[in-house]
């Protein structure tokens, strides 16, 4: 069980009601919860849908999931009129490496995400919302679904909700193992019970989504984020974060540090800050080595790169991404190779093989990185692995191509001289992957 | 949609909005690659192959998902993109098995030829390559997993295009596969298979040599074989197949049927049948020597000369002796036109007799009475591929005529098509119809009449009358409407759908038949009350003036048989039918018969025959032929079997045996004065676009009288509706024609006494009549299909 | 009475199945979590639970072996009846996940997908499972375990082994 942290420099929005028992309904009511989604209301029909998209948007909120797309905008992009059903979808399949605030999120208010997701529905006219979590994610799932039946016990769902004579529900969905089911569209395809493989865009899901009705699909955290921002304000949440990046986000901090967790810092807070005084400082005192700043896909930087802001801006001019927020802290004690090696491992088993680039590309940087790891490689693999990553990047059909070329690149233009020590025999770490048997999903 | 301005690689071009890049580009001359695209199926933009440089766009595009916009500029081939295509292909190369040179598919591969377009020769991996064993998915398909690049052609073709649904795509990332759908843990013998009508279309799309088929494989090289376009001998569609034929010791076997010629009817269609059905050419028991029957009773080989000797002669007796009254005629629905035309011509005007029929397999006769007088109402087999709505009553086009249900299903899915099925039967195609209609058995004839207004037929057509109305009301409200006729359909109940058919003015009709001629056996007047192109005896037409023939109708095919019983056929001529298996005739009928067969094999009609004349197949000759719905195309030679003679050869030579003069049978010979190229001054060198322009003049020079474009002049010259254009047929297009006779001479006869002799063969996909018994790989997949049957029961394919 | 006669299930997970293809706009959607819940009590995904879940979901047999074959927590085979599954994605293996999975190597005996002799526990090596701020960590079928020492796994083991692990499905 996920144990809670704190520190004094968090600004608790998202994380308010955490540790307070808010799963149980009558709790989550007790702590403002539902007032959000009534306000709305009382915006009365014709008012509501605007006042709700145009405090989205104020609040500068983008897309937790790590694409950072402002969330407002894309609730704007659904067509008011539409002869299919329009849907909203919550992406709960979290699966990036280094990533586990949603996992604290539907453990500790369960509710924030309905009610997230009844604001969005009423936002762009929906009467359904789904709620996906990862199959995995089973005693969450559970959590999930007792919060829903528990709000439609109060009336909070199904018909005429909050006396608005609008009907919303919701349902719960299991995912059964598929990192890629995370990609949007690859998320719909599974809920539609499908292979998760992604669909081809446009159109966009804003358009056309699930079961070809226009949808909205947001990360679990931003959906949660949903009813405090209509609560405090567009502008008020705005001001916690810094430019063009609106309040605060979880971060995950984990790997080689004192006090791992997961924290709320305000969009834009210092890297090196969050790692050396929120969680605490680099491990038994070791020396840093390298962060993957956003989950597992995010090029690393380096210990001297690190001075930098946690936002989606200040991170792309440093040449990384914000990401899912999962910072990963990597010591001295690391090889690097050995890293690269278990980050593209985890690419290469969650590729869904749909293109050539991404299914062939991230199988040969596996071998090719599992030889030189077992003592067998030249300095030529280097510059293949180079190569792969290249050819990969930008040329798959979905992200997923990207996220597994971006790191690579950053371990091998970053470390070169590691990987060449490495093949020279010069570094020869103990090998901490013994078998990997990772080949394909079965 | 209206037209949009773009350039591509600096030319500038001009393509209906929304058309895809790929396409938009492939019609202007600018070829892009692409491993997964493939037109008329979905969308995967998974090969990445096809990327192009779009600009103001942040990353390639793949211009199979890209549809062209006013001002896009593209850039199709400039080193970034090269370098992207030839990644991938490095990526590909890495596993896919470098076996070209034992490949089938070498030599066309697309991946072959795109690794030679962009050189991606270099290696860079030390890894071994993923080796799996080859499977044996059926007798006709087989999957090597190593070789396949994960297109996804084949899933989809199988799914979209033949909704059968037997390939899928299982597991994931690096071990993706393309998996049939029964597993080899659900399989008696413990391997995959495929439950599925083996119409090979998957081993047609597959760029490369992943899936290979079971005729084929291992057999020559693509550049061994000549490859000769013709049309499939098997079904009324029509296909065009492209035969590999390769030299033999006793003359030029085929080796493969395929559809490497897209440009036929059928497009990118062939069944199983057209694909493998060619080997009963080869089978063991081929008669290719003359068999004269002796006084001891068994057959003999002798030379064609004692033969067509002793046939000539021996019938020109017993029509001297016993008249030509006394002698019967009978033809087989796999003759091309120009032998069915003569051997009509030749009984009539030789023998003397309209003692002639054929195995019937739909009521063209009432077909064409029905529409006479009428223009534009017969439908192209193109037509079922691109009408708005079509009325399907009987038949079932799935088994019987593999292209008309591919076209149906692409018409639906491509154009939104509405098809209404109505059937007594609930056949496969009601799960892409609009409305499906449960007929009552036998209920055509009371859903002809209720159609027409007859309410009171209501309760004999179908049970739910709801149904009924509402299915009546849908395809009333249709303006331009494909009615589609199976065969159950004949005489009156035929005439009273198609006069309801009449009273919808955007109407087209179709009926659907069985084999490859037998729409032409019924055009060329193979038949006892008929002349070619439907004129009635005794009608003011050139036909009758120029035959002399007898001018009462002859014994019909039943009729032939009975006078046979009762010792008034003095002899029977049979040409490539089998009627003794067909129409269960007693053999002893035939025991004071002298009888005559032309055959391949020895069948129930040839064991009783006096002589054998070894024949060739259709696949052995040239000629045209016409399919169900009227379309008239070229049978190009494409094998050769020593031994063997054409139909047509043997019924001049048996003619000219007969005494009969020669030039008057085949016209032979006219034209030789005509234009050489001499006052035209053409020069050596000319020849050839001399030659071209010869034939679309219709002067070219008939030499032999074995040319069957001889007596293409005289069907041309008299059959009505056979108005055909001869440069359209030689160059193998195929060209639509309403053989149908002028209203005013139809009304002469009184048809209400004519028999019904139709009878529908009701083959499947693996049967093909006699022929299909004679075919090694028609029995392994009716064997195949019977163990798949036994062991599973309870699975069954998409229907 | 469920839907379809002679099911494989039990009465509650056929009732439940009844309803779950009835929630969503499309029956189909019932199907990747139908496929888990039937292995959560078959076992794994047997050729029955694929035919029982087609005809359940009016589908080819072949699509849910498309469609479960997609899926790494689907599995076609029987595993022990505790799961152990050991995370060793980047964050887990940074504090120890090799040595836990190592150390749960050794004291069952098995490999990766390997089962134990008596049945009782099955073995995996698994992608990220979302605990990663208190890695190491493993899941023993649903349940999560995490800062896991071996000292503390030798202790899950054996409290799985004696029968009073949690196991929620």
Request: aromatic content about 8%; proline content about 5%.
């Amino acid at each position: 069980m996920p144990t809670l942290v704190s520190h004094p420099d968090e600004v608790k929005v998202i994380s308010r009601r955490f540790g307070q028992g808010a799963a149980d309904i009558d709790k989550y009511v007790e702590l403002d919860g539902y007032k959000a989604v009534q306000k709305a209301i009382a915006e009365g029909p014709e008012k509501m849908s605007g006042w709700i998209i145009d405090t989205m948007k104020a609040s500068g909120l983008r897309g937790r999931g790590g694409a950072g797309f402002p969330t407002g905008l894309k609730w704007s992009f659904v067509p008011k009129q539409s002869e299919k059903p329009k849907y909203v979808l919550v992406n709960g399949d979290e699966s990036e490496p280094g990533t586990c605030k949603d996992h604290v999120i539907f453990l500790e208010d369960p509710h924030a995400v309905i009610e997230g997701t009844m604001i969005a529905g009423l936002a762009i006219g929906a009467k359904t919302g789904f709620i996906y979590l990862r199959g995995e994610y089973r005693y969450l799932l559970k959590i999930m679904e007792k919060a829903v039946a528990d709000a439609y016990a109060k009336g909070f769902l199904g018909k005429n909700i909050f006396g608005s004579g609008l009907d919303f529900d919701v349902i719960t969905q299991s995912g059964a193992g598929a990192y890629e089911v995370g990609e949007e569209s690859a998320l719909m395809e599974s809920l539609e019970g499908k292979r998760g493989v992604p669909r081809i865009k446009p159109p966009f899901p804003a358009v056309v989504g699930l079961y070809g009705g226009p949808t909205v699909i947001n990360n679990a955290e931003t959906i949660a984020s949903a009813p405090h921002i209509l609560l405090m304000g567009g502008e008020a949440y705005a001001k916690i974060g810094s430019e063009r990046n609106g309040g605060t986000r979880l971060f995950g901090i984990s790997g080689h540090v004192e006090r791992p967790g997961v924290y709320e810092l305000p969009m834009g807070y210092n890297l090196k800050k969050a790692i050396y005084e929120v969680a605490g400082g680099v491990k038994d005192g070791k020396k840093l080595k390298a962060v993957v700043p956003g989950g597992s896909s995010c090029p690393v930087l380096t210990a001297d790169e690190i001075d930098v802001g946690l936002d989606f801006d200040q991170m792309g001019k440093a040449g990384t991404m914000l990401g899912s927020g999962g910072i990963v802290v990597l010591d001295e004690t690391v090889s690097i190779v050995e890293f690269a090696l278990r980050t593209i491992n985890f690419y290469q088993h969650e590729s869904c093989g749909w293109c050539i680039p991404c299914r062939e590309g991230t199988d040969w940087i596996k071998k090719t990185l599992t030889r030189v790891h077992a003592g067998g490689g030249a300095n030529k693999d280097i510059d293949n692995v180079q190569y792969l990553a290249e050819n990969m990047l930008g040329r798959t059909f979905c992200p997923l191509g990207d996220a597994a070329a971006m790191p690579t690149l950053g371990f091998v233009k970053k470390f070169r001289k590691e990987f060449e020590e490495y093949i020279a025999g010069k570094r020869v770490d103990t090998p901490l992957i013994t078998v990997q048997d990772l080949v394909g999903a079965h | 949609m209206p037209d949009v301005n773009f350039i591509v690689d600096g030319k500038q071009l001009t393509a209906p909005a929304g058309t895809l890049l790929i396409d938009a580009c492939k019609s202007a001359g600018i070829e892009i690659p692409a491993f997964c695209y493939y037109p008329g199926l979905s969308l995967q933009a998974a090969c990445r192959m096809c990327v192009v440089r779009v600009e103001k766009m942040p990353k390639l595009q793949t211009a199979c998902t890209t549809p062209v916009t006013e001002g896009m500029v593209v850039q199709t081939e400039t080193p970034e993109i090269a370098q992207a295509r030839k990644a991938t292909l490095q990526l590909l190369l890495g596993n896919h098995p470098l076996d070209c040179p034992v490949c089938d598919a070498g030599g066309e591969c697309e991946l072959q030829d795109m690794t030679f377009k962009y050189g991606a020769a270099d290696s860079f991996y030390a890894e071994p390559k993923n080796h799996r064993e080859e499977q044996k998915w059926s007798p006709v398909v087989y999957f090597d997993r190593p070789r396949c690049i994960l297109c996804y052609r084949c899933v989809r073709m199988c799914g979209e295009g033949m909704d059968v649904f037997a390939l899928g795509i299982q597991n994931r990332g690096s071990s993706s596969i393309i998996a049939p759908n029964v597993p080899a843990q659900m399989s008696p013998d413990q391997l995959a298979h495929v439950d599925c009508e083996q119409c090979g279309m998957c081993i047609d799309a597959c760029p490369v040599g992943a899936l290979t088929s079971g005729t084929y494989r291992y057999k020559t090289r693509p550049w061994e074989m000549n490859h000769v376009a013709t049309i499939c001998t098997h079904c009324g569609d029509g296909c065009k197949t492209t035969l590999g034929v390769r030299s033999t010791s006793d003359g030029s076997e085929i080796v493969r049927g395929d559809n490497r010629d897209k440009s036929g009817i059928n497009g990118d269609f062939l069944c199983n049948k057209g694909r493998y059905a060619f080997d009963f050419a080869n089978h063991g028991e081929r008669i290719t020597q003359p068999l004269v029957r002796h006084a001891d009773g068994t057959l003999k080989p002798v030379s064609w000369e004692v033969a067509l000797e002793h046939a000539g002669s021996r019938l020109r007796e017993l029509r001297d002796s016993r008249g030509g009254s006394s002698i019967g005629v009978i033809g087989g629905n796999r003759l091309t036109n120009e032998e069915a035309y003569l051997l009509q011509k030749f009984a009539r005007t030789v023998i003397g007799t309209n003692n002639i029929d054929h195995h019937r397999t739909a009521d063209y006769v009432t077909f064409a009475q029905a529409l006479s007088g009428t223009k534009g109402r017969t439908a192209s087999q193109h037509d079922t591929a691109s009408f708005p709505a079509v009325l399907l009553v009987g038949g079932d086009p799935t088994n019987q005529n593999p292209l008309t249900a591919w076209n149906l299903r692409s018409d639906v899915r491509l154009n939104k098509a509405r098809v209404y099925v109505a059937n007594t039967e609930t056949i496969k195609l009601r799960r892409q119809a609009k409305a499906f209609l449960q007929l009552a058995p036998y209920g055509y004839g009371a859903f002809a009449n209720y159609l027409a207004g007859d309410a009171a037929a209501a309760s004999s057509a179908a049970a739910d009358a709801n149904a009924l109305s509402a299915f009546r009301d849908a395809v009333k409200a249709e303006e331009k409407l494909l009615i589609l006729i199976g065969s159950e359909l004949r005489g009156a109940e035929l005439k009273k759908l198609i006069e309801f058919g009449l009273t919808i003015p955007g109407a087209k009709f179709a009926l659907l038949s069985d084999y490859v001629n037998s729409r032409g056996a019924a055009d060329m007047g193979l038949l006892p009350d008929m002349l070619p192109g439907y004129v009635p005896f005794g009608a003011k037409h050139p036909l009758a003036s120029e035959y002399a023939a007898p001018a009462a109708p002859g014994l019909d095919m039943l009729g032939i048989f009975d006078a046979a019983a009762e010792g008034e056929l003095s002899a029977l001529y049979v040409v490539g039918a089998n009627p003794i298996a067909r129409y269960a005739v007693d053999p002893a009928a035939l025991k004071d018969t002298f009888v005559v067969v032309q055959e391949m094999f020895l069948t129930e009609t040839a064991a009783l025959a006096d002589v054998i004349l070894p024949a060739a197949n259709l696949y052995e000759k040239s000629g045209s032929v016409t399919n169900s719905y009227g379309d008239l195309q070229q049978v190009a030679k494409a094998a050769d079997r020593a031994g063997v003679r054409s139909d047509f050869e043997m019924i001049v030579r048996i003619a000219d045996k007969m005494g009969a003069e020669v030039p008057k049978l085949v016209p032979f010979g006219k034209g030789l004065r005509a234009d050489m190229g001499q006052s035209r001054g053409a020069h050596s060198g000319e020849a050839d676009r001399h030659a071209v322009w010869l034939t679309a003049n219709n002067l070219e020079p008939r030499l032999s009288p074995f040319d069957p474009f001889a007596i293409l002049d005289e069907i041309q010259r008299l059959v009505p509706g056979y108005s055909l254009l001869r440069l359209q047929l030689l160059s193998g297009n195929d060209q639509h024609l309403e053989p149908a006779a002028p209203s005013g001479l139809v009304q002469i006869t009184g048809q209400s006494a004519r028999r019904d002799l139709v009878l529908p063969a009701h083959d499947s996909l693996f049967t093909s009549g006699t022929l299909g018994r004679y075919s090694a790989m028609l029995n392994d997949l009716q064997q195949n299909e019977a163990q798949r049957a036994a062991a599973s029961s309870a699975h069954t394919a998409a229907d | 009475m469920s839907a379809v006669a002679n099911t494989i299930f039990s009465p509650e997970m056929a009732a439940r199945f009844d309803k779950l293809a009835t929630i969503y706009p499309v029956k189909r959607s019932a199907l990747v979590p139908m496929l888990l819940y039937a292995q959560d009590e078959v076992g794994y995904v047997s050729d029955a639970v694929v035919a029982e879940i087609a005809q359940r979901l009016d589908l080819l047999e072949l699509d849910v072996r498309n469609v479960l074959s997609y899926y790494s927590m689907l599995r076609t085979k029987p595993a022990g009846k505790y799961n152990v599954q050991v995370c060793t994605n980047i964050s887990c293996m940074l504090r120890g996940g090799y040595e836990i999975l190592d150390h749960c190597k050794k004291q069952l005996g098995i490999g990766h997908k390997g089962v134990t002799p008596d049945g009782v526990f099955s073995l995996e090596e698994v992608e990220c499972i979302g605990a990663c701020c208190w890695a190491p960590a493993m899941q023993i079928n649903y349940d999560f375990h995490d800062n896991l020492t071996p000292a503390k796994v030798d202790n899950l083991l054996q409290i799985y082994r004696d029968g009073k692990g949690k196991d929620v499905k």
